[in-house]
């Protein structure tokens, strides 16, 4: 077969969507988040919203996501995205607006911005990075940090009579009247990469509706943090983080889904 054969249009499997600028990731090797990056990406392009769409970063591994986000972007002070997104959405109700936000500023510093805006139904999407540690800053524990799972903070694991449990912040929301279409799920094979792809697209479709808010949950490893490889890190967290959190819809159109 000829190399013009190969290239032509017929014959094209993927194509690297436009969205992403051309800088090198810096995530390290195994990350979800590149993952979901693109996703995210490829989800406004084969949309056609991306002239239309304001993303909104806050602190933590999540905040280098405007680097390489070839898209609208803002900085949000530590967990405020969701106010951020807040006021852009009330001031450009057309616009489609996304947080993209990890588990410690999500659900730590950010946990009273996220449940009264879920609670609102503020018509955006929040996208949320769940690897239950504080990736960025040295791997200490977060609020999502499970029970005897070790850390910087708690070498010997999480004890539950001291620091308490998790929270499961999406659960949380769902039971929250203003929230429209709440879910979970992960980009550790290719067949949940598809699945949590069709999870973004729908929580951006849903903007049309203005109906409330639509959060998407990844649950994700972080294998420097976990000092794992990343192979060891994805089997640990299928093992632990999934048993936990477990995959799927929660609420959809409204309505918590009965299973």
């Given at each position: 077969?000829?190399?013009?054969?190969?290239i032509?249009?017929?014959?094209?499997?993927?194509?690297?969507?436009?969205?992403?600028?051309d800088k090198a990731?810096?995530?390290?090797?195994?990350?979800?988040?590149?993952?979901?990056?693109r996703?995210?990406m490829?989800?406004?392009?084969?949309?056609?919203?991306?002239?239309?769409?304001?993303?909104?970063?806050?602190?933590?591994?999540?905040?280098?996501?405007?680097?390489?986000m070839?898209?609208?972007?803002?900085?949000?002070?530590?967990?405020?995205?969701?106010?951020?997104?807040?006021?852009?959405?009330?001031?450009?109700?057309?616009?489609?607006?996304?947080?993209?936000?990890?588990?410690?500023?999500?659900?730590?510093?950010?946990?009273?911005?996220?449940?009264?805006?879920?609670?609102?139904?503020?018509?955006?999407t929040?996208?949320?990075?769940?690897?239950?540690?504080?990736?960025?800053?040295?791997?200490?524990?977060?609020?999502?940090?499970l029970?005897g799972m070790?850390?910087?903070?708690?070498?010997y694991?999480?004890?539950?009579?001291?620091?308490?449990?998790?929270?499961?912040?999406?659960?949380?929301?769902?039971?929250?009247p203003?929230?429209?279409?709440?879910?979970?799920?992960?980009?550790?094979?290719?067949?949940?990469?598809?699945?949590?792809k069709?999870?973004?697209?729908?929580?951006?479709e849903?903007?049309?509706?203005?109906?409330?808010?639509?959060?998407?949950?990844i649950?994700?490893?972080?294998?420097?943090?976990?000092?794992?490889?990343?192979?060891?890190?994805n089997?640990?967290?299928?093992?632990?983080?999934?048993?936990?959190?477990?995959?799927?819809?929660?609420?959809?159109?409204?309505?918590?889904?009965?299973?």
């Open positions: 077969m000829d190399v013009k054969d190969i032509k249009p017929e014959n094209l499997v993927y194509e690297r969507t436009k969205n992403l600028t990731l810096s995530y390290c090797p195994g990350c979800g988040h590149g993952v979901v990056h996703l995210t490829e989800v406004l392009e084969e949309l056609q919203i991306t002239q239309d769409t304001i993303g909104v970063a806050s602190v933590g591994c999540s905040v280098l996501a405007y680097e390489f070839n898209i609208d972007m803002t900085q949000a002070p530590h967990g405020r995205a969701t106010a951020a997104a807040t006021g852009i959405k009330r001031c450009w109700p057309d616009k489609y607006v996304f947080t993209y936000q990890g588990d410690g500023d999500l659900a730590a510093i950010g946990t009273a911005e996220t449940i009264h805006s879920c609670n609102r139904g503020e018509n955006f929040v996208i949320f990075i769940n690897n239950g540690i504080y990736g960025m800053t040295g791997g200490q524990m977060a609020p999502t940090t029970p070790k850390s910087s903070t708690t070498p694991g999480r004890e539950v009579e001291l620091m308490g449990n998790p929270i499961k912040m999406t659960e949380l929301v769902a039971q929250l203003g929230t429209y279409y709440v879910t979970r799920q992960s980009v550790h094979t290719p067949a949940n990469v598809r699945k949590a069709k999870a973004i697209r729908i929580a951006f849903n903007q049309k509706l203005n109906k409330g808010l639509s959060f998407v949950e649950v994700s490893n972080c294998n420097s943090g976990w000092k794992m490889t990343p192979v060891d890190s089997i640990w967290m299928e093992e632990n983080m999934f048993p936990f959190y477990p995959l799927g819809d929660i609420k959809v159109n409204g309505e918590l889904v009965t299973k």
